[in-house]
């Protein structure tokens, strides 16, 4: 039983301390590949720490929704870490939650995150509002299916289940619905975080933002845990991406060498799915916004495909 | 070919009623017109010759003749000739036909002698403030060499009369003129149906700083250094343009070398300012790669000029009469060497964007400005060229030395941004071919000619096709070697309408990406 709190401790600290340093790294890696020194892969940190110290400005007009909103959606992503399995598959929260309810629990802060753009009423709220409905609706099917894709061959909905009955299957990446159902989480994984080609996450340009439109009006602590939900965002998808199609090396046990083991294993596979972020960011540009549908309509086919193929290749 | 002679013989056989046609060497016929028949003159030029006005400027003359002076510049199509028009107003009658719905750029000039001068343009549908705005008080025109500023400013909150656009589902967008990036300062407000724009209206002048007003308190030496500050990026252009017109004044040719040596400077301008665009409108469409390069090759050409003239913007390297700074042998192989170098990466950065799909997605059919439109507006330099319309004043009226270099015009039919980033491409390449072209030409000899000081109350135009289009300076001489007026027309001024055209149709995402493609000067237009 204290094994599994601990193991419980080491996953929300895993995902609160780690997120800035992926958000940091990410950054460094696109800098260095445009042929920039780029800042350190530390500087998230102190960029929590500078909007932690500064004052918050919240408009006059805005109501109890904008400023419980950072809140809510820091919160969400920390009980998220408690039911995605990251170092083993016995996470002792996993029963109550399966994939659905993690799904939800995301949407949840989107959610609460397109109301507080709205709240205060500005132009760019709005606006950045609208852009996120619109991704998070066509993004949630394509989720859903691509899991259903996993959880069909397994049996399961519970992430521990899929993770495990993976981690036994050798072939696994031989299954061509497991690599469709790989590329369509993937491409939803970059919409639902906010990345290129959907987002860009680095532009000053308020009409073309969703995600940084949105949360144009946070400063200080609360721009300061927003920011810190993104980057636990992040970090979860790539944690989810890893550890349900490519599940080696995740612990099954509680025991302390295979939890090192899975340790190492997390941190290779982030690092992996994040290098592959930032080359995709590196040698793409951002979709025009009414092409998006368009690409997130070809990952719900290949979630489809995904789960088609269930029923013709075993 | 429509030459000096044809357009002076033609204008003298009108029943206009013109007085005082005089030729002036090289391009300028001149007439004075009386106020009355200003419409009709115009619409000859425009029937006869294709003129357009392409500067419409007010001067404060009543100490010198007890009536305001009108001066128009038509521009002929296709021919080597502006007709500069005259025309006097009665301090006690401050009225002038208006042109304006002939021309839409002619329409904005006379908002701007309206407020700047109080004379109102009779029969003119949109009276709506220009340069000053509503809070700056009724009767107070800075222009009018009488003008006393008030003692305070009092902003009574009086908005600015938009357009407005009704109908189901429309909504307002307001942008600025705070922006996020660290960028001038307009205000843009958009009415959109969804992410689509229907009508997009901007409001300028929020760094309206009376730059002619500060010139009429300057030598023409000076001066030099305010014309080399009205657009940070286009100081060279500007400071020729000045330069060009005082020369004209004082009866100087500047030395051949100078000539030379000015060429040099604009193509150097011209290149730096293309790269960072191309660099910019890739950034815009969030391929970062490119803008991280062209950044790169950006500070070398600014380094270069550096280490040149002593300035990363070539400032302080024109004086009226010449040029100020020599280039020795081990410069020119510098700037050889270097462009050299910086042309080739270019090249391969260009290579990389434009061969990435994603990128021309976004770029290709994107805020499409027609021929016709653009021709309407009047629209200037790379903007025109990247809407097929084949004009660039290094060619067609050329000025420095570029009369003795051949000058190739790149020109693009598509009018998107696609287009004018092309334009650019293309240009900075003749730039790099000009550069290289004078170099190898470049006379020996002096870089100055002495000016003396400059007769009183002449006045002339010095032309200058900058990176972003042509740019003119009118000045007028004062007593003891002051200036009485200079007029100031930046390329933006006349492209700035024609944004809001382009972006018809387009949506909201897109405006920053089809605004960068202008990139459109707020400080000189707002002066």
């Known amino acids: 039983m204290t094994a599994s709190i601990l193991i419980e401790a080491i996953q929300l600290l895993i995902v609160a301390l780690a997120a800035p340093l992926l958000v940091g790294s990410v950054r460094k890696l696109k800098a260095r590949l445009q042929g920039r020194r780029g800042a350190s892969v530390f500087q998230p940190y102190r960029d929590l720490r500078k909007l932690l110290v500064k004052e918050a400005v919240i408009s006059e007009n805005t109501s109890w929704i904008f400023r419980f909103t950072p809140y809510l959606v820091a919160s969400v992503m920390l009980l998220s870490s408690l039911v995605v399995p990251m170092l083993t598959t016995r996470t002792p929260l996993g029963f109550t939650g399966n994939i659905i309810v993690l799904m939800y629990l995301l949407l949840l802060a989107t959610f609460f995150l397109a109301l507080a753009g709205l709240d205060a009423g500005s132009a760019f709220g709005g606006m950045g509002s609208s852009r996120e409905m619109i991704i998070a609706a066509l993004a949630e099917p394509t989720v859903m299916i691509a899991i259903f894709a996993i959880a069909l061959r397994v049996g399961s909905t519970s992430l521990d289940e899929i993770v495990r009955r993976g981690a036994d299957d050798s072939l696994l990446l031989l299954n061509p619905g497991h690599l469709l159902a790989f590329v369509a989480f993937f491409i939803v994984a970059l919409a639902e975080t906010g990345r ?45 991406l890893s550890n349900l199609f490519f599940p080696w090396g995740v612990a099954r046990t509680l025991e302390p060498l295979p939890v090192a083991i899975a340790f190492a294993a997390l941190a290779l596979k982030v690092g992996a799915l994040a290098a592959a972020v930032a080359i995709l960011e590196t040698s793409i540009a951002k979709l025009r916004l009414f092409r998006v549908p368009e690409l997130l309509s070809g990952s719900f086919t290949l979630a489809l495909l995904a789960v088609i193929s269930f029923f013709f290749v075993r | 070919m429509i030459d000096l002679n044809i357009v002076s013989r033609q204008l003298h056989a009108t029943a206009l009623g013109l007085t005082d046609i005089v030729m002036r060497a090289p391009r300028q016929v001149r007439v004075t017109v009386k106020r009355e028949m200003i419409p009709a003159l115009a619409d000859y030029l425009r029937d006869r010759f294709g003129g357009r006005p ?52 002619a329409s904005r000039f006379e908002r701007e002698i309206l407020d700047l001068f109080g004379l109102r343009p009779v029969d003119h549908p949109d009276l709506r403030r220009l340069p000053l705005h509503q809070f700056w008080p009724a009767e107070y025109h800075p222009l009018l060499k009488d003008a006393s500023p008030p003692d305070k400013f009092v902003d009574d909150g009086t908005p600015y009369p938009f357009r407005h656009v009704e109908g189901e589902g429309i909504h307002e967008i307001t942008v600025g003129p705070v922006h996020a990036g660290i960028i001038e300062p307009g205000h843009f407000r958009f009415s959109v149906e969804g992410e689509t724009i229907i009508n997009l209206e901007s409001r300028l002048y929020f760094v309206h700083k009376g730059i002619e007003r500060l010139f009429e308190t300057m030598t023409p030496a000076a001066g030099v250094e305010l014309a080399e500050r009205i657009s940070g990026d286009s100081s060279v252009a500007h400071a020729v343009a000045f330069c060009q017109a005082v020369e004209s004044l004082a009866g100087v040719t500047i030395p051949p070398r100078a000539a030379y040596l000015r060429v040099v400077l604009l193509e150097l301008e011209r290149i730096y300012n293309h790269i960072a665009d191309f660099g910019a409108i890739c950034t815009d469409t969030g391929f970062a790669f490119a803008n991280a390069h062209a950044m790169r090759l950006r ?32 410069q020119v192989r510098d700037v050889r060497t270097t462009l050299a170098r910086v042309i080739a990466d270019f090249d391969e950065v260009v290579d990389i964007a434009i061969n990435n799909s994603s990128v021309l997605d976004r770029l290709h059919g994107t805020g499409h400005l027609t021929e016709k439109t653009a021709r309407d507006m009047q629209v200037a330099g790379l903007v025109a060229r990247a809407s097929g319309i084949d004009a660039d004043a290094r060619r067609d009226h050329p000025f420095a030395a570029y009369g003795h270099l051949q000058v190739n015009v790149p020109v693009f039919n598509s009018g998107d941004v696609w287009a004018r980033m092309m334009v650019r491409v293309e240009e900075a390449h003749e730039a790099f071919n000009l550069i290289t072209r004078a170099l190898d030409a470049l006379p020996e000899g002096k870089i100055l000619e002495a000016i ?76």
């Open chain 1, 196 to 240: 290129l080609p959907v987002d860009n996450p680095a532009t000053h340009l308020e009409l073309t933002m969703i995600h940084e439109a949105m949360i144009l009006e946070y400063s200080g602590r609360h721009l300061a845990l927003i920011e810190w939900a993104a980057g636990m965002k992040l970090f979860l998808f790539l944690t989810l």
């Open chain 2, 54 to 105: 392409e500067l419409i400027l007010a001067e404060d003359t009543r100490t010198q003749r007890g009536e305001f002076t009108l001066r128009y510049i038509f521009e002929l199509e296709g021919a080597d000739v502006f007709v500069v028009a005259t025309a006097f107003v009665p301090e006690d009658d401050r009225t002038f036909p208006s042109l304006a719905t002939r021309w839409y750029l």
């Open chain 2, 299 to 330: 500070e070398e050409m600014l380094r270069l000029n550096a280490r040149l003239v002593g300035h990363r913007l070539l400032r302080g390297a024109l004086v009226p009469g010449g040029v100020r700074c020599d280039l020795s042998q081990s």
């Open chain 2, 452 to 527: 003396e000081a400059l007769p009183a109350g002449a006045s002339d135009f010095g032309l200058v096709e900058g990176w972003r289009g042509s740019i003119f300076h009118w000045v007028v001489a004062g007593e003891d070697n002051s200036l009485s007026r200079v007029k100031v027309k930046d390329p933006s001024f006349a492209n700035w309408p024609a944004l809001n055209y382009a972006i018809l149709k387009n949506i909201v995402p897109d405006f920053p990406l089809v605004n960068k493609s202008f990139n459109l000067s707020y400080a000189g237009n707002d002066l």
